[in-house]
């Protein structure tokens, strides 16, 4: 008998080396289905939200560095994708969607569940095709899967579902496919003139992101010859914090004092890998090298004096020869020395403070970061659980950290975490989820304990979307809309058959924490955290002070002197920022 278009797709896919599909079946969606049950060699994690399937193919990309899938019916299925494909988008994670569609002889009819998914996911993709007729396939199928792979980006292919059932004439499949890993580094000349600015330069500092990974020994052999402080981006951090004598910490918002410092403070800023977003923390009189795999990426969030494309690990290797090791390290040892300071500070707020409730979050962290296994992946929900990340979970070259850092999309812990944990079924993956968070995406919590993935959850049970109330702060606004009525989320893990504990007490916590990590399943810690925890900027500009003192104006007009109060103490032992 002949095969169907999709057991053709999935022959391709499994030849191709793909190992999982992440994805929610429909009708148009069912000859795919069909097949992968035929088959039986590539793993069906069935979600509960398609928008689950993405980021979890997002996260499992993202560690393996491998093609990842996930699949959805036609209309509203494919739609629940977009925000996670967006997310992958962003991050820049080899991904590749099937988007089941209506049936062919029926697009343009607006019949029912009718969209125009090339049009729809035009924006979160670098590549999107419908397969209109049967022979198109595999070889759409396989410029989306080298797309995906070779830009490292998403991919979609719209499948209307008879094309799926369809016989397949006897066509070629798809091969083995890996990315390619090409040397990548700018010319002799370009790389002389990199090399003369920063002899030049008497305080060099580096800003090092992403694309730094695979690159620590150049990375560091680059700093010692240039005796720079090293600033990471966030997502950076896994790649570049560990065993680094250079390292000064993250700038930005959410960032350190000393990473800010660093960069204002130098006359020259090497950029490494990094796309951070926000031009405001730039230094404003550096001159500036930015090197990029991707030249479209220079030049984007500052003016720069030489751009350069290539690899970071290839450039850095061509670049270290030319380099004069300087003699002065007074830059390097003032910014070390300040970043000493404020670790010491971070460390201050994340003691347990006399068992006094509700918990500081960041103590939680501490504790999170001192239990947790040596190569576990942590996932994080945009929220303050983001900013408890960024500075208390400490990476050693094992550890994994992800988050929806570039698209910034609340509620992508649990969801990445399904993708890490299906990847990596012996790993621990722990989740520091908001309880806005985790909410959202309440239904695939049923996911854990259907697909059996023992992940950790820690959720920050502050009673409100507590990011919104500082942004409120910090633009002169009242809080409003952002209280949570929550229920006791570690009841509800327990109902669902998940087990579930609610911590209130610091003393409570490392006991919790360690049951929850020794639990062969899943697990879910609710701690009761402060909804206060204020973190200013390293560089508060006057606007944002104004915003500051116009909030508490605002405040206690409207009645609200209790807040402040509360907000002042926790004020009090914020001495992290100078
Ligand atoms: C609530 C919240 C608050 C945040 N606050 C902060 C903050 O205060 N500070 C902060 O830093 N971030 C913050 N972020 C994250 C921020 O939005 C960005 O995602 C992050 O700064 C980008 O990090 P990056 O530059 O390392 O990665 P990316 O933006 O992914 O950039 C990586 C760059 O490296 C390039 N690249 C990839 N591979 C290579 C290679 N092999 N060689 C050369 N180049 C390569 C890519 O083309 C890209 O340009 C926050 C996020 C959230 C959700
Ligand atoms: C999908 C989505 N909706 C809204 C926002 C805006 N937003 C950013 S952080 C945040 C609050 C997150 O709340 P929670 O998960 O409880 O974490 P908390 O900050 O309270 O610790 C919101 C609403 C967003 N980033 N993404």
């Known amino acids: 008998m002949a095969k169907t278009i999709a057991e053709l797709m999935v022959e391709s896919l499994k030849n191709a080396g793909v190992k999982r599909v992440y994805g929610l079946p429909g009708d148009s969606l069912n000859g795919f289905t069909e097949a992968l049950r035929k088959d039986g060699t590539i793993e069906w994690v069935h979600v509960r939200n398609e928008e689950v399937a993405a980021f979890a193919a997002g996260a499992d990309a993202h560690l393996t560095g491998s093609l990842a899938v996930c699949a959805a019916s036609c209309g509203p299925g494919n739609l629940h994708l977009i925000n996670g494909l967006f997310d992958c988008h962003r991050s820049r994670v080899p991904v590749l969607a099937i988007a089941a569609h209506i049936p062919s002889a029926e697009i343009g009819t607006n019949y029912f569940q009718e969209t125009h998914p090339q049009n729809l996911f035009k924006e979160c993709s670098d590549y999107c095709e419908m397969v209109g007729v049967p022979e198109q ?38 091969l083995p496919m890996k990315s390619a890993r090409p040397i990548v580094r700018p010319n002799d000349e370009e790389l002389r003139e990199a090399a003369e600015i920063l002899n030049a330069g008497e305080k060099v500092t580096i800003l090092g992101g992403a694309g730094c990974k695979d690159a620590h020994a150049e990375l560091l052999a680059t700093a010692a010859a240039l005796q720079s402080p090293i ?25 350190f004092s000393s990473g800010y410092h660093s960069m204002e403070d130098c006359d020259v800023l090497l950029m490494l890998g990094t796309d951070f977003p926000y031009p405001q923390f730039f230094p404003t009189k550096a001159k500036v090298i930015q090197i990029d795999l991707r030249g479209n990426q ?46 010491e500070g971070l460390e201050e707020l994340a003691g347990a403070d006399e068992n006094k409730t509700p918990m500081h979050p960041q103590y939680v962290v501490r504790k999170i970061d001192q239990l947790a296994a040596d190569d576990a992946i942590f996932t994080c929900d945009v ?15 094992r550890r994994r950290l992800l988050g929806s850092f570039s698209h910034g999309s609340m509620a992508s812990a649990v969801p990445q975490a399904i993708g890490a944990q299906s990847a990596f079924p012996g790993r621990q993956v722990v989740t520091l989820s908001g309880d806005g968070g985790l909410a959202m995406m309440l239904g695939d919590l049923l996911t854990l304990r259907q697909q059996k993935l023992p992940i950790k959850m820690v959720v920050f049970n502050n009673g409100a979307l507590a990011f919104v109330e500082l942004e409120m702060k910090a633009a002169g606004i009242v809080n409003y809309a952002t ?11 327990n ?83 100078s």
Do not use: C
């Open 495 to 577: 109902a669902i058959g998940i087990h579930g504990v609610r911590v209130e007490q610091p003393n409570d916590l490392e006991n919790a924490l360690r049951t929850a990590f020794g639990t062969p399943g899943p697990a879910l810690v609710e701690v009761m955290v402060n909804r206060q925890e204020l973190s200013m900027p390293p560089n508060i500009s006057l606007g944002q002070m104004k915003g500051f003192s116009l909030w508490m104006a605002k405040s206690v007009l409207s009645g609200r002197g209790d807040e402040i109060i509360d907000l002042a103490k926790t004020n009090l032992i914020q001495r992290i920022f």
């Open 231 to 255: 600033v990471h981006a966030l997502r950076g951090k896994e790649y570049i914090e560990y065993d680094n004598p250079f390292d000064v910490g993250m700038t930005g918002l959410i960032g």
């Open 383 to 397: 929220g303050t659980p983001t900013i408890w990340a960024a500075r208390y979970l400490s990476m050693n070259g």
């Open 137 to 174: 396939m595999p070889r759409v199928l396989e410029i989306a899967m080298r797309t995906a792979i070779n830009l490292s980006g998403v991919a979609v292919i719209v499948m209307p579902g008879d094309v799926l059932l369809h016989d397949a004439s006897d066509g070629h499949r798809v």
């Open 298 to 343: 220079i030049g984007r969030r500052t003016t720069v004096t030489l751009g350069l494309v290539g690899s970071i690990k290839d450039t850095l290797a061509a670049l270290l020869p030319l380099l004069n090791k300087k003699d002065s390290h007074i830059h390097l040892d003032a910014m070390v020395k300040d970043y000493k300071k404020v670790r």
């Open 483 to 493: 209280d949570l009525d929550n229920p006791s989320f570690a009841a509800l893990a």
